[in-house]
């Protein structure tokens, strides 16, 4: 309004307006005498009325654009969401993710950071998570998505809490958090991710991946050294617990939803057997892991250590387990799923 109004004060107005502004366009730019009532050369009178609608349609015109951006920048989430629909971006967000296009991904799902929906809310949780889990990512890039992964997966779950996708990303998640904020918080975090879990698989049985995550759980818990464990009683009356046994059930349970869904889970299959002193079931499922076709950045490096190994149905040679037990710390627990 502050435009048009300062454009106003220029308007010719009333009938003793003084004659409109002349173009004079003569030859060679030369300044000519004109008798009375001639115009000189290509000289051009304009009518007051006609241009003080030409420069109010100009200024409105200007104004209307400038309007027009706020609102785009404002509610571009919206927009974008009503000309393509959430269930269209939902299936472009998802090819996207099975052909492990993650920074596609990210930019695409970014754009919808503002939303009120707990299927995008959620999907937008594992990107920010994967993309921390790419090699390139800094240290200090890792944690700023770390948290924001959180934060997405929080909203995802308030939306909507009996998705099961929001439970098992938000206990992700916490986990993630938990490697900036001490072995204290890591500690109690584990009760409401144990508690998350459960409920992504009472949600839905048949996710390969929740049925896995509760196997992790055990084994981390399991193999737990003893100085941990102190450190646990101190901190906690009845720190986490619990046994190979159980983190085996939860494996092999997740093999029966999906066969061969996921190389970690046939590695860590072998590597409880191992723990169990099973040698022949061990050597059986890590032969699979290092078989099985590498389609992520995170199974080409499972399968590193596993490149020598040669197994039969009693021996395993040139095995280590340590050398299989994690990747890096930035790529800790639970990687792309």
Not at 3 to 21: C, E, I, N
Not at 57 to 77: D, H, M, N, P
Not at 131 to 136: I, P
């Amino acid at each position: 309004m502050a435009l048009a109004a300062r454009l106003w004060r220029f308007l010719p107005s009333g009938r003793g307006a003084a004659v409109g502004p002349r173009l004079l366009t003569g030859a060679a730019g030369r300044r000519g005498t004109c008798g009375p009532g001639r115009l000189g050369g290509s000289e051009v009178l304009v009518s007051p009325g006609a241009f003080k609608r030409s420069l109010t349609f100009s200024a409105l015109s200007y104004l209307g654009f400038e309007i027009y951006q706020v609102i785009s920048r404002t509610a571009v989430v919206h927009a974008t969401a009503k000309v393509l629909g959430v269930e269209e971006v939902l299936e472009q967000a998802d090819y996207l993710y099975e052909s492990g296009e993650t920074e596609k991904l990210y930019q695409l799902l970014t754009q919808y950071k503002d939303s009120e929906d707990a299927e995008l809310l959620w999907r937008l949780a594992r990107v920010s998570r994967d993309v921390a889990q790419l090699s390139r990512t800094s240290e200090a890039e890792r944690k700023l998505l770390v948290y924001e992964a959180l934060e997405y997966a929080k909203r995802a779950l308030e939306k909507n809490g009996a998705s099961f996708a929001a439970h098992k990303w938000y206990a992700i998640c916490i986990s993630d958090v938990g490697d900036y904020e001490g072995i204290k918080a890591k500690i109690a975090n584990a009760y409401v991710i144990k508690e998350h879990f459960e409920k992504a698989i009472e949600l839905n049985p048949k996710d390969a991946t929740s049925i896995h995550l509760m196997g992790i759980w055990c084994y981390t818990f399991a193999e737990m050294p003893w100085y941990q464990r102190r450190v646990a009683r101190m901190l906690f009356a009845a720190p986490p617990s619990s046994t190979y046994e159980e983190a085996l059930s939860y494996f092999q349970r997740a093999e029966q939803v999906d066969p061969n869904f996921y190389s970690k889970n046939l590695l860590l299959l072998g590597k409880t057997y191992l723990k169990l002193h099973n040698r022949k079931l061990a050597a059986f499922w890590l032969g699979k892991a290092r078989d099985y076709p590498a389609r992520t950045e995170e199974d080409r490096f499972r399968q590193k250590p596993l490149s020598c190994l040669r197994v039969s149905a009693t021996r395993i040679e040139d095995f280590s387990e340590k050398k299989t037990h994690e990747m890096p710390r930035k790529h800790h627990l639970f990687t792309k799923l």
